[in-house]
Protein backbone atom coordinates (compact mmCIF):
# COMPACT_ATOMS: atom_id res chain seq x y z
CA UNK A 1 0.00 0.00 0.00
CA UNK A 2 3.13 1.95 0.36
CA UNK A 3 4.07 1.54 -2.65
CA UNK A 4 0.87 2.45 -4.02
CA UNK A 5 0.29 5.75 -1.86
CA UNK A 6 3.94 7.00 -3.28
CA UNK A 7 2.85 6.56 -6.85
CA UNK A 8 0.26 8.75 -6.60
CA UNK A 9 1.89 11.41 -5.04
CA UNK A 10 3.85 11.16 -7.84
CA UNK A 11 1.26 11.26 -10.51
CA UNK A 12 -0.31 14.38 -8.12
CA UNK A 13 3.05 16.67 -8.59
CA UNK A 14 4.12 15.55 -12.07
CA UNK A 15 1.95 17.91 -13.78
CA UNK A 16 4.11 20.65 -12.66
CA UNK A 17 7.54 19.27 -12.53
CA UNK A 18 7.43 16.69 -15.10
CA UNK A 19 11.04 16.73 -17.52
CA UNK A 20 13.08 14.75 -19.00
CA UNK A 21 16.81 14.20 -16.41
CA UNK A 22 18.70 16.44 -18.40
CA UNK A 23 22.89 16.50 -18.59
CA UNK A 24 22.67 12.80 -19.76
CA UNK A 25 24.00 11.60 -22.37
CA UNK A 26 25.49 14.84 -23.45
CA UNK A 27 27.41 12.84 -25.90
CA UNK A 28 25.46 9.68 -28.17
CA UNK A 29 24.57 6.65 -25.42
CA UNK A 30 27.38 3.18 -26.00
CA UNK A 31 26.16 0.46 -24.53
CA UNK A 32 25.34 -2.87 -25.64
CA UNK A 33 21.73 -4.23 -26.15
CA UNK A 34 20.50 -8.37 -26.26
CA UNK A 35 17.79 -8.05 -29.60
CA UNK A 36 19.79 -7.95 -32.72
CA UNK A 37 21.26 -11.14 -31.53
CA UNK A 38 19.42 -13.31 -28.55
CA UNK A 39 15.92 -11.56 -29.39
CA UNK A 40 13.48 -13.00 -26.74
CA UNK A 41 16.41 -16.03 -25.96
CA UNK A 42 17.39 -13.45 -22.61
CA UNK A 43 17.98 -14.77 -19.20
CA UNK A 44 20.33 -13.15 -16.14
CA UNK A 45 23.15 -15.35 -17.01
CA UNK A 46 23.67 -13.87 -20.37
CA UNK A 47 23.50 -10.75 -18.96
CA UNK A 48 26.03 -11.50 -16.51
CA UNK A 49 28.02 -13.03 -18.51
CA UNK A 50 28.09 -9.98 -21.39
CA UNK A 51 28.34 -7.55 -18.31
CA UNK A 52 31.31 -8.90 -17.75
CA UNK A 53 32.57 -9.33 -21.17
CA UNK A 54 32.07 -5.54 -21.76
CA UNK A 55 34.74 -4.77 -18.71
CA UNK A 56 37.14 -7.03 -19.27
CA UNK A 57 37.34 -7.17 -23.70
CA UNK A 58 38.56 -3.77 -23.75
CA UNK A 59 34.76 -1.88 -24.45
CA UNK A 60 34.33 -0.51 -21.15
CA UNK A 61 37.96 1.21 -21.44
CA UNK A 62 36.89 2.52 -24.97
CA UNK A 63 33.52 4.11 -23.54
CA UNK A 64 30.48 2.02 -23.80
CA UNK A 65 28.81 1.46 -20.40
CA UNK A 66 24.78 0.30 -21.06
CA UNK A 67 24.15 -3.28 -20.39
CA UNK A 68 20.10 -3.38 -22.08
CA UNK A 69 17.86 -6.25 -21.70
CA UNK A 70 15.63 -5.86 -24.48
CA UNK A 71 12.12 -7.35 -24.83
CA UNK A 72 10.92 -10.79 -23.21
CA UNK A 73 12.63 -10.71 -19.96
CA UNK A 74 8.94 -9.39 -18.47
CA UNK A 75 6.61 -12.34 -16.25
CA UNK A 76 3.16 -11.03 -14.66
CA UNK A 77 1.96 -8.20 -12.99
CA UNK A 78 1.60 -8.70 -9.30
CA UNK A 79 -1.92 -8.06 -7.88
CA UNK A 80 -1.27 -4.51 -7.55
CA UNK A 81 -0.28 -3.85 -10.91
CA UNK A 82 3.57 -4.14 -10.24
CA UNK A 83 5.41 -5.83 -13.17
CA UNK A 84 7.78 -8.18 -11.97
CA UNK A 85 10.66 -10.08 -13.94
CA UNK A 86 10.13 -13.37 -15.85
CA UNK A 87 10.98 -16.13 -12.79
CA UNK A 88 12.50 -18.69 -15.11
CA UNK A 89 14.57 -16.61 -16.75
CA UNK A 90 15.36 -14.44 -14.14
CA UNK A 91 15.34 -15.91 -10.49
CA UNK A 92 17.39 -13.54 -8.60
CA UNK A 93 15.55 -10.63 -10.13
CA UNK A 94 16.10 -7.52 -11.56
CA UNK A 95 17.77 -5.45 -8.58
CA UNK A 96 20.50 -8.13 -8.27
CA UNK A 97 20.99 -8.52 -11.84
CA UNK A 98 21.22 -4.68 -11.73
CA UNK A 99 23.50 -4.57 -8.92
CA UNK A 100 25.89 -7.11 -10.34
CA UNK A 101 26.29 -4.96 -13.58
CA UNK A 102 27.00 -1.58 -11.66
CA UNK A 103 29.85 -4.08 -9.17
CA UNK A 104 31.59 -4.07 -12.85
CA UNK A 105 31.42 -0.66 -13.02
CA UNK A 106 28.50 -0.32 -15.85
CA UNK A 107 25.14 0.84 -15.91
CA UNK A 108 22.00 -1.42 -16.31
CA UNK A 109 19.57 -0.66 -18.90
CA UNK A 110 15.77 -2.50 -19.32
CA UNK A 111 13.08 -2.36 -22.04
CA UNK A 112 8.95 -1.46 -22.29
CA UNK A 113 6.95 -0.57 -24.70
CA UNK A 114 3.53 2.32 -24.85
CA UNK A 115 1.15 -0.05 -25.78
CA UNK A 116 -0.51 -2.51 -23.70
CA UNK A 117 1.59 -5.70 -24.63
CA UNK A 118 5.17 -5.17 -26.33
CA UNK A 119 6.22 -6.60 -29.43
CA UNK A 120 7.12 -10.08 -27.75
CA UNK A 121 3.89 -10.17 -26.53
CA UNK A 122 5.05 -9.32 -22.90
CA UNK A 123 3.10 -6.87 -20.46
CA UNK A 124 3.88 -3.38 -21.52
CA UNK A 125 3.27 -0.27 -19.61
CA UNK A 126 0.29 1.31 -21.38
CA UNK A 127 -1.98 2.44 -18.06
CA UNK A 128 1.17 1.20 -15.50
CA UNK A 129 3.68 4.11 -16.65
CA UNK A 130 4.28 5.51 -13.03
CA UNK A 131 4.32 2.11 -11.34
CA UNK A 132 6.37 0.70 -14.06
CA UNK A 133 9.03 4.01 -13.71
CA UNK A 134 8.45 3.34 -9.73
CA UNK A 135 9.48 0.20 -10.18
CA UNK A 136 12.54 0.60 -12.49
CA UNK A 137 14.11 2.88 -10.10
CA UNK A 138 13.90 0.54 -7.62
CA UNK A 139 15.64 -1.57 -9.82
CA UNK A 140 18.48 1.00 -10.18
CA UNK A 141 17.57 0.90 -13.57
CA UNK A 142 19.77 3.59 -15.37
CA UNK A 143 18.38 3.49 -19.19
CA UNK A 144 15.08 2.78 -20.86
CA UNK A 145 14.20 1.56 -24.23
CA UNK A 146 10.49 2.28 -25.10
CA UNK A 147 8.97 1.17 -27.99
CA UNK A 148 6.11 1.85 -29.91
CA UNK A 149 3.98 -2.26 -30.65
CA UNK A 150 0.48 -1.70 -30.10
CA UNK A 151 0.83 2.15 -30.55
CA UNK A 152 -1.65 2.62 -33.23
CA UNK A 153 -4.96 4.22 -31.50
CA UNK A 154 -2.20 6.69 -29.22
CA UNK A 155 -0.94 9.71 -30.03
CA UNK A 156 3.06 9.50 -30.07
CA UNK A 157 3.69 12.51 -28.20
CA UNK A 158 1.56 12.03 -25.74
CA UNK A 159 2.49 8.75 -24.82
CA UNK A 160 6.25 9.33 -24.74
CA UNK A 161 5.37 12.40 -22.89
CA UNK A 162 3.55 10.03 -20.14
CA UNK A 163 6.43 8.20 -19.62
CA UNK A 164 9.15 10.93 -19.10
CA UNK A 165 7.02 12.25 -16.26
CA UNK A 166 6.59 9.03 -15.19
CA UNK A 167 10.19 8.57 -15.20
CA UNK A 168 11.07 12.22 -13.72
CA UNK A 169 8.52 11.32 -10.72
CA UNK A 170 10.10 8.28 -9.80
CA UNK A 171 13.29 10.49 -9.10
CA UNK A 172 16.31 8.39 -10.40
CA UNK A 173 18.00 9.62 -13.77
CA UNK A 174 17.50 7.65 -16.19
CA UNK A 175 17.94 7.80 -19.93
CA UNK A 176 14.67 7.56 -22.13
CA UNK A 177 15.74 6.20 -25.67
CA UNK A 178 12.59 6.52 -27.71
CA UNK A 179 12.24 3.70 -30.26
CA UNK A 180 8.92 5.22 -32.08
CA UNK A 181 10.19 4.06 -35.54
CA UNK A 182 10.16 7.45 -36.92
CA UNK A 183 6.55 6.92 -37.89
CA UNK A 184 5.32 10.64 -36.71
CA UNK A 185 8.22 11.81 -37.04
CA UNK A 186 9.66 12.42 -33.57
CA UNK A 187 12.68 14.89 -34.40
CA UNK A 188 10.47 17.51 -34.67
CA UNK A 189 9.03 17.33 -31.05
CA UNK A 190 10.75 14.90 -29.02
CA UNK A 191 13.99 16.99 -27.95
CA UNK A 192 12.78 17.99 -24.57
CA UNK A 193 10.77 14.23 -23.96
CA UNK A 194 13.57 11.45 -25.36
CA UNK A 195 17.67 11.40 -25.00
CA UNK A 196 17.12 9.76 -28.16
CA UNK A 197 14.85 8.56 -30.95
CA UNK A 198 14.16 6.28 -33.52
CA UNK A 199 14.49 7.65 -36.91
CA UNK A 200 13.40 4.73 -38.61
CA UNK A 201 12.27 0.93 -39.15
CA UNK A 202 14.53 -2.14 -37.38
CA UNK A 203 18.28 -2.66 -39.25
CA UNK A 204 18.80 -5.93 -40.21
CA UNK A 205 22.56 -7.20 -40.21
CA UNK A 206 22.89 -6.62 -44.55
CA UNK A 207 24.57 -3.89 -45.71
CA UNK A 208 22.10 -2.83 -48.34
CA UNK A 209 19.24 -4.57 -48.99
CA UNK A 210 15.04 -4.15 -48.16
CA UNK A 211 13.59 -7.42 -45.92
CA UNK A 212 9.40 -6.96 -46.89
CA UNK A 213 8.06 -8.77 -43.94
CA UNK A 214 4.88 -8.27 -45.35
CA UNK A 215 3.60 -5.86 -42.51
CA UNK A 216 6.88 -4.14 -41.72
CA UNK A 217 10.05 -3.72 -43.36
CA UNK A 218 13.58 -4.01 -42.00
CA UNK A 219 16.73 -2.56 -43.57
CA UNK A 220 20.04 -2.38 -44.35
CA UNK A 221 23.04 -0.22 -42.99
CA UNK A 222 22.80 2.01 -46.69
CA UNK A 223 18.90 2.06 -46.68
CA UNK A 224 19.08 3.52 -42.91
CA UNK A 225 22.04 5.70 -43.97
CA UNK A 226 20.59 7.20 -46.80
CA UNK A 227 16.86 8.03 -44.38
CA UNK A 228 19.36 10.38 -42.29
CA UNK A 229 20.54 12.78 -44.57
CA UNK A 230 18.10 15.20 -43.95
CA UNK A 231 17.99 15.01 -40.02
CA UNK A 232 21.49 16.18 -38.85
CA UNK A 233 19.50 19.89 -37.53
CA UNK A 234 17.44 17.94 -35.09
CA UNK A 235 20.30 16.46 -33.04
CA UNK A 236 22.41 17.60 -30.61
CA UNK A 237 23.64 17.09 -27.37
CA UNK A 238 21.54 15.27 -25.04
CA UNK A 239 18.97 14.53 -27.62
CA UNK A 240 20.07 12.30 -30.82
CA UNK A 241 19.25 10.75 -34.27
CA UNK A 242 18.81 6.82 -33.50
CA UNK A 243 19.36 4.81 -36.87
CA UNK A 244 19.25 1.82 -34.78
CA UNK A 245 21.74 -0.69 -32.61
CA UNK A 246 24.78 -1.93 -34.26
CA UNK A 247 25.14 -5.26 -36.38
CA UNK A 248 28.29 -5.12 -36.61
CA UNK A 249 29.85 -8.98 -36.11
CA UNK A 250 26.15 -10.76 -36.61
CA UNK A 251 27.20 -11.74 -40.31
CA UNK A 252 28.10 -8.77 -42.77
CA UNK A 253 31.76 -8.62 -44.11
CA UNK A 254 34.86 -6.98 -42.33
CA UNK A 255 34.56 -4.31 -45.03
CA UNK A 256 31.13 -3.55 -44.03
CA UNK A 257 31.38 -3.82 -40.53
CA UNK A 258 33.89 -1.39 -40.31
CA UNK A 259 31.56 1.48 -43.05
CA UNK A 260 28.77 0.35 -40.86
CA UNK A 261 30.18 1.62 -37.52
CA UNK A 262 32.34 4.46 -39.05
CA UNK A 263 29.11 6.02 -40.90
CA UNK A 264 27.25 5.94 -37.69
CA UNK A 265 30.22 7.48 -35.66
CA UNK A 266 29.92 10.07 -38.54
CA UNK A 267 26.01 10.56 -37.73
CA UNK A 268 27.07 11.01 -33.86
CA UNK A 269 24.65 7.80 -33.51
CA UNK A 270 24.34 6.22 -30.45
CA UNK A 271 26.45 3.14 -30.09
CA UNK A 272 24.70 0.35 -29.08
CA UNK A 273 26.65 -2.99 -30.46
CA UNK A 274 23.85 -5.84 -30.91
CA UNK A 275 26.16 -8.64 -31.01
CA UNK A 276 27.55 -11.62 -28.98
CA UNK A 277 30.60 -9.86 -26.67
CA UNK A 278 31.19 -13.26 -25.05
CA UNK A 279 32.61 -14.55 -28.38
CA UNK A 280 33.96 -11.94 -30.77
CA UNK A 281 36.22 -12.46 -33.53
CA UNK A 282 39.58 -10.01 -33.28
CA UNK A 283 38.07 -8.23 -35.91
CA UNK A 284 35.03 -7.43 -34.58
CA UNK A 285 36.57 -6.19 -31.14
CA UNK A 286 38.71 -4.33 -33.38
CA UNK A 287 36.11 -2.71 -34.98
CA UNK A 288 33.67 -1.97 -32.32
CA UNK A 289 36.34 -0.65 -29.59
CA UNK A 290 38.20 1.86 -32.10
CA UNK A 291 38.63 4.57 -30.19
CA UNK A 292 40.12 7.20 -32.42
CA UNK A 293 36.65 5.79 -34.67
CA UNK A 294 34.70 6.71 -31.64
CA UNK A 295 35.98 9.74 -30.75
CA UNK A 296 34.38 11.06 -34.08
CA UNK A 297 31.16 9.87 -32.90
CA UNK A 298 31.69 11.23 -29.06
CA UNK A 299 33.28 14.57 -29.89
CA UNK A 300 32.06 17.53 -27.61
CA UNK A 301 30.38 19.26 -30.80
CA UNK A 302 27.58 17.05 -31.50
CA UNK A 303 27.06 17.85 -34.73
CA UNK A 304 26.07 14.91 -37.75
CA UNK A 305 28.04 15.11 -40.39
CA UNK A 306 26.71 15.72 -44.20
CA UNK A 307 27.28 14.73 -47.66
CA UNK A 308 30.07 16.89 -48.96
CA UNK A 309 29.56 15.81 -52.67
CA UNK A 310 28.44 12.42 -54.28
CA UNK A 311 29.49 14.33 -57.99
CA UNK A 312 32.90 15.85 -56.70
CA UNK A 313 34.59 12.43 -56.59
CA UNK A 314 36.44 11.30 -59.56
CA UNK A 315 37.41 6.91 -60.02
CA UNK A 316 40.46 6.90 -61.49
CA UNK A 317 39.39 3.08 -62.97
CA UNK A 318 40.95 2.53 -66.34
CA UNK A 319 37.70 3.49 -67.81
CA UNK A 320 38.24 6.32 -70.22
CA UNK A 321 35.93 8.06 -72.85
CA UNK A 322 37.60 10.78 -75.20
CA UNK A 323 41.07 10.47 -72.92
CA UNK A 324 38.63 12.01 -70.07
CA UNK A 325 38.41 10.39 -66.46
CA UNK A 326 34.79 8.97 -66.03
CA UNK A 327 32.66 9.47 -62.83
CA UNK A 328 31.21 6.83 -61.56
CA UNK A 329 27.84 6.58 -58.94
CA UNK A 330 28.61 5.21 -56.16
CA UNK A 331 31.16 6.67 -53.65
CA UNK A 332 30.51 9.62 -51.15
CA UNK A 333 32.32 12.34 -49.41
CA UNK A 334 31.40 13.08 -45.66
CA UNK A 335 32.23 15.54 -43.58
CA UNK A 336 32.12 16.50 -39.95
CA UNK A 337 32.75 19.12 -37.69
CA UNK A 338 34.90 18.37 -34.95
CA UNK A 339 36.00 20.16 -31.65
CA UNK A 340 38.98 22.25 -32.23
CA UNK A 341 38.14 23.18 -35.64
CA UNK A 342 39.37 19.97 -36.84
CA UNK A 343 37.37 17.67 -39.29
CA UNK A 344 36.53 14.12 -40.27
CA UNK A 345 36.21 12.57 -43.24
CA UNK A 346 34.55 9.32 -44.54
CA UNK A 347 34.72 8.39 -48.20
CA UNK A 348 31.87 5.82 -48.08
CA UNK A 349 32.50 3.23 -51.05
CA UNK A 350 28.81 1.81 -51.60
CA UNK A 351 29.98 -0.49 -54.87
CA UNK A 352 30.60 -3.94 -54.72
CA UNK A 353 34.04 -3.58 -56.36
CA UNK A 354 36.69 -0.86 -55.21
CA UNK A 355 37.05 2.29 -56.59
CA UNK A 356 39.74 4.59 -56.61
CA UNK A 357 40.09 8.36 -55.70
CA UNK A 358 41.55 11.62 -56.49
CA UNK A 359 41.11 14.71 -54.05
CA UNK A 360 42.86 18.07 -54.60
CA UNK A 361 42.38 19.66 -51.56
CA UNK A 362 43.20 23.31 -53.18
CA UNK A 363 40.38 23.22 -55.57
CA UNK A 364 37.49 22.16 -53.38
CA UNK A 365 36.13 24.05 -50.70
CA UNK A 366 34.07 22.75 -46.90
CA UNK A 367 31.56 24.97 -45.84
CA UNK A 368 28.64 23.48 -43.63
CA UNK A 369 25.78 26.79 -42.75
CA UNK A 370 24.60 24.36 -40.17
CA UNK A 371 27.27 24.44 -38.18
CA UNK A 372 28.99 27.89 -39.87
CA UNK A 373 32.34 25.78 -40.30
CA UNK A 374 34.35 26.27 -43.47
CA UNK A 375 37.54 24.55 -44.16
CA UNK A 376 39.69 26.86 -46.42
CA UNK A 377 42.05 23.87 -47.96
CA UNK A 378 43.76 26.37 -50.35
CA UNK A 379 44.88 28.77 -47.43
CA UNK A 380 45.40 26.18 -44.19
CA UNK A 381 46.68 23.16 -44.13
CA UNK A 382 45.86 19.93 -42.46
CA UNK A 383 47.26 17.18 -41.12
CA UNK A 384 46.23 13.77 -42.19
CA UNK A 385 45.23 10.56 -40.16
CA UNK A 386 43.97 7.22 -41.15
CA UNK A 387 41.55 6.05 -38.21
CA UNK A 388 41.66 2.59 -39.35
CA UNK A 389 45.01 2.20 -39.80
CA UNK A 390 45.90 4.54 -36.67
CA UNK A 391 48.46 5.97 -38.90
CA UNK A 392 49.01 9.49 -40.59
CA UNK A 393 48.39 9.77 -43.96
CA UNK A 394 50.16 13.14 -44.84
CA UNK A 395 48.53 16.45 -45.42
CA UNK A 396 46.43 18.81 -47.42
CA UNK A 397 49.15 20.25 -49.45
CA UNK A 398 49.30 17.29 -51.94
CA UNK A 399 46.13 15.50 -53.64
CA UNK A 400 44.48 12.93 -51.61
CA UNK A 401 44.72 9.60 -53.70
CA UNK A 402 43.82 6.65 -52.40
CA UNK A 403 41.67 3.10 -52.95
CA UNK A 404 38.55 2.45 -51.42
CA UNK A 405 37.58 -1.65 -51.13
CA UNK A 406 34.31 -2.69 -52.00
CA UNK A 407 31.57 -2.06 -49.29
CA UNK A 408 34.05 -0.17 -47.25
CA UNK A 409 35.46 3.20 -46.30
CA UNK A 410 38.37 5.70 -45.72
CA UNK A 411 38.19 7.65 -42.61
CA UNK A 412 39.93 10.71 -41.93
CA UNK A 413 40.46 12.92 -39.04
CA UNK A 414 42.13 16.33 -40.51
CA UNK A 415 43.66 18.66 -37.60
CA UNK A 416 44.94 22.44 -38.44
CA UNK A 417 48.79 22.08 -39.02
Keep these: MKRILSILACVACVSAHGQKFEQLDQTPQMGWNSWNKFQCDVNEELIRETAAAMATNGMKDAGYQYINIDDCWQGQRDAHGFIQPDPKRFPSGMKALADYVHSKGLKFGIYSDAGAKTCGGRPASRGH ?37 ALYAAGRPIVFSMCEWGDNKPWLWAKDIGHSWRTTTDITPCFDCDVDHKTWHQWGVLQILDAQKPLRKYAGPGHWNDPDMLEVGNGMSVNEDRAHFSMWCMLAAPLISGNDLRNMSKETLGILANKEVIAVDQDVLGIEAFVYSKKRCWMLEHLFIRNKTTWKDGVEIWFKPLGGDSWAMCVLNRNKEAKK ?55 LRLDKM
Design 129 to 165: EYQDALTYAQWGVDYLKYDWCGGEDLKAQGAYTTMRD
Design 357 to 411: ISFDWKKEKVADSFSKREAHFDTTTYSLRNLWLKAGAGDTSKTLKAEVPDHDVLM
